[in-house]
């Protein structure tokens, strides 16, 4: 019995096939969605990339973690449920493209694929192209380690994480040009083919193109601190190569598409090796953060108040900036049972409950402790729920709320119909005070542009409530 996991720290839904996308070419999501079950309802609880406290590794909620040990709010300091697993036997590997911060100490054996980046890389040397071959590798010979063939069969977890879609993303050439003709559409007039093929020409000649696929943020950062300190003055043929804004924002967005489609390719290779194999495999895959394009302004720390929570425990540094808005914080969840007895098994089946990362580790901790002689429970208690009830056509449990924490003392909290948006000074006071908090309509309102805490005073109260009762800092 195995579990092999793919995760990612940046991977949004908007773009995958199995999430309602329309255009992106996803067949290895799309595949393993039809063989499995998605989770429409995954929210991230401290959005960005992946460290050491994440409750993938710990169990708990990760802004809760406390390196001292003890409890907080309920949520219960137990031996780390990775490190009960090797004591019982089960070989748990990480195999990662970078694995600085990450922690290593909790598996078996770590290792980092690396690997080569930029619009000339190999496709097969790419990070997630090295990743996926080792897992690969490993599910079809053990890694090249020497095995007695007398040796009993042994659980095994093989994680493989991702960075996912990094920023700046520029993929080989073939992926970054591969969505590059909707730009026909995209431009109006009988000019738009003639731009977009000029574009795609200035991908062999032109290596300061590399500026075009920079977000909106970035790009207007780095002109902020070229204003400043008067350095890097713009160039007239810089100036000219951006014609539109508009353009620029599309361009990055397409090529971000095929950065998408690049990991997806990888992901179907991994996910045929998993259909091939002869073992029984649960296969995961899940992201912690998703990304936007300028659909809305994002939900600024003083769209909710200036405070910030120091001693939130989130490790998040000055100016890193998290959104709470559904194309950041809603990420992909898929995971599909791979054995004979495939008659028992729910292929293609949805799930609307409410789920959190923390989550993923009790499903683990059930999946693999099912394999273990005399178990059939979760070894360890954590903060999640098991979703494995899902994969046999049933309705797992989900969650009443979901919280998550983003930067500048931004706190949210969701339920199916509302998500509430608060800054510490919302505690204070009993009463909701104007500005401190934030209410939108889900699932209607995707990108959190209509505040209605105001017309809605009772489901803003009632969510604050829970939000009181469950926010960092609370011991």
């Known amino acids: ?63 809760f973690s406390d390196p001292e040990g003890g409890k907080k709010n309920g949520d219960e300091t137990t031996q780390n449920w990775l490190q009960k697993l090797v004591l019982g036997g089960v070989k748990c590997r990480l195999v990662a493209e970078n694995t600085e911060g990450l922690p290593t100490e909790l598996f078996c054996s770590s290792e980092a694929v690396g ?53 700046p993303w520029l993929p080989p050439r073939l992926f970054a040009e591969l969505y590059l003709d909707e730009l026909e559409e995209i431009v109006d007039g009988e000019s738009g083919s003639e731009i977009a093929s000029d574009i795609v020409g200035q991908f062999e000649n032109d290596p300061d193109l590399v500026r075009l696929l920079l977000s909106d943020w970035r790009r207007e950062a ?34 971000f598409a095929g950065y998408v489609s690049m990991i997806d390719r990888w992901l179907l290779k991994l996910l045929e090796a998993v259909e091939n194999s ?25 769209a909710v108040g200036a405070a910030a929570f120091d001693e939130a425990g989130s490790g998040a540094s000055a100016g890193q900036q998290r959104t709470l808005h559904d194309s950041e914080v809603r990420t992909p969840l898929l995971m599909a049972e791979f054995t004979d007895s495939a008659n028992d098994q729910a292929f293609g089946s949805r799930h609307s409950a409410l789920v959190q990362p923390v989550d993923l580790a009790t499903t683990l901790d059930d999946w693999i402790s099912r394999g273990l002689a005399g ?74 542009v209509h505040d209605v805490s105001s017309q809605y005073r009772e489901e803003a109260g009632s969510l604050l409530d829970s939000l009181r009762k469950f926010r960092p800092g609370t011991r």
């Open 1 to 63: 019995m195995k579990a092999v996991v793919l995760t990612f720290d940046r991977l949004p839904t908007h773009l995958l096939g199995c999430y309602g996308n329309e255009w992106t070419e996803t067949p290895g999501f799309d595949r393993l969605a039809a063989l499995g079950s998605v989770f429409d309802q995954h929210f991230a609880e401290v959005p960005g990339p992946v460290g050491p406290d994440h409750s993938w590794w710990t169990g708990r909620f990760e802004y």
């Open 115 to 167: 690997g080569v980046t930029g619009l000339n890389a190999a496709h097969d040397d790419v990070p997630i192209a090295r990743l996926a071959q080792r897992g690969i590798e490993i599910l079809e010979n053990g890694g090249s380690e020497a095995e007695s063939p007398d040796d009993e069969p042994q659980p095994e977890l093989i994680w493989l994480h991702s960075a996912g879609v990094p920023s």
């Open 222 to 255: 780095e002109a902020d601190s070229d204003s400043d300190d008067g350095s890097r003055p713009s160039s007239e043929s810089e100036t000219e190569e951006i014609e539109s804004p508009e353009l620029e924002r599309q361009i990055s967005r397409l090529v």
């Open 278 to 302: 002869d073992e029984h495999i649960l296969l995961v895959v899940s992201a912690n953060q998703g990304h936007s394009f300028g659909e809305t302004v994002d939900l600024a720390p003083e």
């Open 375 to 448: 178990n059939s429970t979760p070894q360890t208690t954590s903060a999640g729920v098991s979703l494995l009830t899902a994969l046999a056509g049933g309705t797992p449990d989900g969650r009443p709320t979901a919280f998550s924490l983003g930067s500048g003392g931004q706190l949210g909290v969701r339920n199916c119909n509302w998500a509430l948006a608060a800054s510490a000074d919302a505690f204070g006071e009993d009463d909701l005070t104007e500005g401190e908090v934030q209410l939108f309509a889900k699932p209607d309102d995707q990108w959190d």
